[in-house]
């Protein structure tokens, strides 16, 4: 459940904290105080988009931060995605959230202290709210919301179905795009083709191996130089084995480092410091002894062949002509010649690879089609449950002989669009849901979008949402005065509602009713003031005469009136006594 809610430098607001309960917490506030951009603060710490136009010019940045306190079945999926982005969850189970927007548009969020992409928040959003207003009323008329509503009260089992048609539709639609590609382009594909082979052929005769270009340029330039290398390594292993002008019985450098060792150890007993020269000196004389022998065979492995200097000459001549043509080194050439090879089996036009493909296209199309006919059976089968339960809550909620069907209908295909096997398949099935409402007995089942008003259309959210609670989902529920245009026993009927829905999940309810307002066991209050020369608002609970007072005003705008707050304690009462009584 969301905790606390602190809201700074976010349109009216300018610094206020909602500290928020278990059950139903009711918002309310004069017209313009400032109510909604409480649901914008929501939204925003949920990874809503940012609207720079909401930050307020001083201090240039509106700041959002919500502390969320993880329990209940989803507490542990949400908690591993936390700490494993890298952020910390306080021992007490809960996790302070911030979102910054700037007035520049600049946004940053922040997750358990440690700064995160706002997809963070979106992700925890989505598991742990709700968020429900006017334009989610919008929103279900869309036959695609219509459907995504069916298949989410559907349950676990039918969404596991709806993810396997997805893979199986994709996969049928990857070949049929491919089958289609081949037979349309075969003419450019087959010439293409042609060329890629001629390019593979040429690489293929000449065969370079990784690498090959820079040890032929190394090995040219030694064969290139052989008499001076020659000479070089000659003179100093002349110069090691005693001197190059020196006499035969000459001793060689290794003798002379040997003699002088020698007479350093003789002396160490007088001075150690002698014994450590000598040691460095035994060093020497054995690294000296190695480079002596490697220049030796050096001598004996140097062989300035001249044909072995054409064949380079020859293969180095060969090479180049690849790098002109396919890239700017061997390795590239080499790369080139494997991604031809891949283009080329893309573009294979052959007789026996199209059979090969539309042998798939069959196959994949019968499984689309099964899958598709299960689909269909599970949304029939959810549907009349799922319309008989919003039906029951239409009656609770003053709409008593109003009932809700929900029609599957065979999709309709788009334009250029396969059809398998008679069905209009389309990523999420072969169906489109509607929901048609039934106003009163001998009325005509009308689609959602035609056949109910503001207020019916309200209360129709209200028991789609009231179903799906009982069907799991977030554990907190906010409702965006989804009460416009209800009064009278409605409006009691849809506090008494969401007084329900509170026993199970976390209520925040945004309304201007006080019927509604009156079943909260938390009340908030948005209150504006034009004390200075800039508007700001806050929020403030509200019980006892405050709270009667508050209603008095949503009742007749009349908070000191005797009478008014007379009927708003009568209104609490009565909704006290609905909530004991069940």
Do not use: C
């Amino acid at each position: 459940m969301l905790e606390e809610l602190r809201i700074t430098g976010l349109g009216v607001i300018d610094d206020t904290t909602l500290r928020l309960t278990t059950g139903m917490n009711a918002i309310t506030g004069e017209t313009g105080a400032g109510k909604t951009m409480v649901v914008t603060g929501l939204g925003l710490l949920f990874g809503g988009r940012a609207d720079a136009g909401r930050v307020r010019a001083d201090p240039g940045r509106a700041i959002v931060e919500g502390r969320l306190r993880l329990e209940g079945p989803l507490a542990d999926t949400v908690q591993t995605r936390i700490t494993d982005a890298g952020a910390e969850v306080d021992d007490d189970g809960s996790v302070l959230l911030s979102r910054t927007v700037t007035i520049e548009g600049r946004s940053r969020a922040h997750v358990g202290g440690r700064s995160m992409p706002v997809a963070m928040l979106s992700e925890v959003g989505e598991q742990v709210v709700a968020v429900h207003g006017q334009s989610d009323q919008l929103r279900l008329l869309r036959p695609a919301e219509q459907r995504a509503a069916l298949d989410r009260y559907a349950g676990p089992e039918h969404e596991k179905l709806l993810e396997t048609y997805r893979q199986a539709y994709t996969q049928w639609r990857t070949v049929v795009d491919d089958l289609a590609g081949r037979r349309r382009n075969a003419r450019e594909r087959s010439q293409e083709a042609d060329l890629l082979k001629l390019g593979l052929d040429e690489i293929s005769r000449v065969d370079p191996q990784p690498g090959e270009d820079d040890e032929l340029r190394t090995e040219l330039q030694r064969l290139e130089h052989a008499e001076g290398l020659r000479t070089a390594a000659a003179l100093a292993a002349q110069a090691l084995a005693g001197g190059v002008e020196a006499a035969d019985e000459a001793p060689d450098a290794t003798q002379l480092l040997g003699t002088a060792r020698r007479t350093l150890e003789a002396q160490t007993g007088v001075d150690p410091a002698l014994g450590e020269l000598a040691a460095r000196l035994e060093e020497a004389a054995t690294l000296m002894g190695d480079v002596s022998a490697e220049l030796s065979a050096y001598l004996d492995q140097l062989d300035a062949d001249p044909a072995r200097l054409e064949a380079i000459y020859e293969r180095r001549a060969a090479l180049r002509a690849l790098t002109r043509k396919y890239a700017d080194d061997i390795d590239g050439v080499i790369a080139w010649a494997d991604h031809a090879r891949s283009r080329l089996a893309a573009l294979d036009t052959s007789d026996e690879l199209l059979e090969e493909l539309d042998k798939e296209r069959l196959r994949l199309a019968g499984q689309v089609a099964e899958l598709a006919g299960r689909l269909t059976a599970a949304r029939t089968d959810a549907a009349g449950r799922f319309a008989a339960q919003v039906s029951v809550e239409l009656a609770g909620l003053a709409m008593p002989h109003a009932r809700v069907e929900i029609v599957v209908l065979p999709r309709s295909a788009g334009r250029d669009e396969p059809v398998i096997h008679g069905l209009a398949a389309g990523p999420d099935g072969a169906d489109d849901i509607e929901l048609r409402l039934i106003a009163h007995p001998g009325a005509p089942a009308l689609p959602l979008q035609k056949g109910a008003s503001g207020g019916e259309l309200s209360r129709v959210m209200l028991a789609i949402e009231v179903v799906f609670a009982g069907a799991g989902g977030p554990p907190t529920l906010v409702f965006d005065e989804v009460d416009a245009g209800v009064g009278g026993q409605a409006a009691v009927e849809i506090g008494r509602r969401l007084a329900r829905l509170a026993r199970t999940h976390q209520v925040l309810v945004v309304t201007h009713l006080p019927q509604v307002a009156a079943f909260a066991d938390r009340h908030l209050v948005v209150a504006k003031d034009t004390g200075g020369a800039i508007t700001t608002s806050g929020v403030k609970i509200v019980e006892e005469t405050e709270r009667a007072r508050e209603l008095a005003r949503m009742l007749a705008g009349l908070p000191d009136s005797d009478l008014g707050i007379a009927h708003a304690e009568e209104l609490l009462a009565v909704a006290e006594r609905e909530k004991r009584g069940g």
